[in-house]
């Protein structure tokens, strides 16, 4: 294996010099934003090529990575994406993007399952529309950070089916465990979804290969997808993880924040529901409060 610390110093000069040079190619740019991100993307470019001193055949494997990882995206396929997220990318930038506000639930990654068209369900409404799985009911408040309810705030849910798919990966048309609903006048919310399982993420393609080249699990830890927005409150992004989820923290997308996992409380066949909904097996039942910070949406 090569090692930076054997290059000789005359090596290192010429190097060094093709990377002042690239980024003195960015010296005319008038968008210093722009500017500041190539500089910095060829310096840690450059720093990770010298670092493991790649090798051309090395090179020509990442080119054709990528090349396949175009090749399989499409409108519902995205594997740059899932690039991002199993290298952490995904959280990161959400880290950096969503500071710790007083006591605003944390935001975690956003997936690529998520549709702009999903169906309106009424409070108390089933957002499941067929799709197999243990029934959940989900309830809980959306406040703001002084701790005032927001009534009429947007909440998007969505998750995979117990079968490990979402809608869309049966076909890119169907609509199923997923929906929206308002809070009501005091801020509350409740609806019948389904008790999260863990899924992978879809791992046939080129993301798939290198998790299984490094002996990594596609494996997500079980969760629901939340998108809440309100007038002047930051946009929320975020799931909910059931306590005691076999995936938990070894969830390859590292989503996984202690305050987002949530007592998910099965209930024995024949157990009451909340709404005198029929179930025939058990059910679920998830507390799930919501404080969104301050913002502009
Ligand atoms: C998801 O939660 O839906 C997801 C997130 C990241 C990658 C793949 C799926
Ligand atoms: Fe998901």
């Given amino acids: 294996m090569s090692d930076a610390a054997e290059v000789s110093a005359q090596q290192q000069e010429v190097e060094a010099r093709l990377v002042d040079t690239v980024v003195a190619s960015f010296d005319a740019c008038e968008d210093p934003r722009l500017k500041q991100v190539m500089v ?3 310096k840690h470019l450059h720093g990770f090529i010298r670092d493991v001193r790649l090798t051309e055949e090395e090179w020509g494997a990442a080119i054709e990575f990528l090349t396949k990882a175009g090749h399989i995206t499409d409108d519902v396929r995205q594997e740059f994406i899932l690039l991002s997220d199993t290298l952490g990318a995904s959280m990161q930038t959400i880290n950096i993007n969503n500071e710790a506000y007083a006591d605003a639930t944390e935001a975690t990654v956003f997936g690529p399952f998520f549709v702009e068209d999903s169906p ?5 409404g089933d957002m499941a ?3 197999p799985g243990e029934p959940c009911w989900v309830s809980g408040t959306v406040t ?3 701790g005032k309810p927001l009534a009429g705030a947007r909440i998007e849910v969505w998750e995979a089916d117990e079968d490990g798919l979402y809608d869309v990966q049966y076909d890119a048309g169907k609509r199923a465990a997923r929906a929206h609903l308002f809070s009501d006048a005091d ?3 409740r609806f019948w979804g389904l008790t999260p399982t863990p899924y992978p993420i879809p791992d046939d393609g080129p993301v798939g290969k290198i998790l299984t080249a490094v002996g990594r699990s596609p494996l997500r830890a079980s969760h629901l997808h939340f998108m809440v927005t309100a007038p002047e409150c930051r946009t929320l992004v975020t799931h909910i993880f059931p306590e005691g989820d076999p995936i938990g923290w070894k969830d390859t997308v590292f989503g996984v924040k202690e305050s987002l996992i949530k007592r998910f409380e099965q209930q024995p066949a024949g157990t009451p529901t909340p709404d005198g909904r029929v179930i025939e097996g058990t059910w ?7 404080v969104l910070a301050p913002g502009d949406a």
């Fill in 40 to 42: 910095s993307l060829v």
């Fill in 144 to 146: 703001s950070t002084d």
């Fill in 120 to 124: 309106a369900i009424e409070l108390g």
């Fill in 187 to 189: 801020g509350a919310y």
């Fill in 284 to 290: 679920s039942k998830v507390v799930f409060d919501i």
């Fill in 129 to 131: 529309f067929g799709a």
